[in-house]
């Protein structure tokens, strides 16, 4: 199943609204980058975020789901109205994200 733009527009909505966060859209869902390193993304109308130190520090409860058959699981993101929170969760996670990795021209 597909993510709904509208689903998307929801999540970034609810994001630090300083051009910060991209998305890119792949297969039917979203790639959610901050600040160019990938956070996470929506899949199936879900937010997952990447499994950092951060992360499971902030949502200790969160369940991990794996975003498609066969990939490491991610942790789902419940509290998606809270944008303080948010914004608290992403400048945690971006130390703690693999640098991006260099486009080949």
Same mark, same amino acid.
């Given at each position: 199943? *597909? @993510?709904?733009?509208?689903?998307?527009?929801?999540?970034?909505?609810?994001?630090?609204?300083?051009?910060?966060?991209?998305?890119?859209?792949? #297969?039917?869902?979203?790639?959610?980058?901050?600040?160019?390193?990938?956070?996470?993304?929506?899949? =199936? =109308?879900?937010?997952?975020?990447?499994?950092? %130190? @951060? @992360?499971?520090?902030?949502?200790?409860? *969160?369940?991990? $789901?794996?975003?498609?058959?066969?990939?490491? %699981? #991610? !942790?789902?993101?419940?509290?998606? =109205?809270?944008? $303080?929170? !948010?914004?608290?969760? !992403?400048?945690? #996670?971006?130390?703690? !994200?693999?640098?991006?990795?260099?486009?080949?021209?």
């Amino acid at each position: 199943m *597909a @993510s709904g733009r509208d689903y998307l527009e929801y999540i970034l909505e609810q994001l630090p609204e300083t051009g910060e966060v991209t998305f890119r859209p792949m #297969m039917g869902e979203f790639i959610i980058y901050f600040r160019e390193k990938v956070i996470g993304g929506i899949y =199936d =109308d879900r937010f997952l975020i990447k499994p950092t %130190e @951060s @992360s499971k520090r902030l949502l200790p409860n *969160a369940p991990l $789901e794996a975003p498609y058959e066969g990939a490491r %699981e #991610m !942790l789902l993101v419940e509290e998606t =109205d809270n944008r $303080e929170f !948010l914004k608290e969760l !992403l400048e945690a #996670m971006y130390p703690e !994200l693999p640098a991006p990795k260099k486009k080949h021209r």
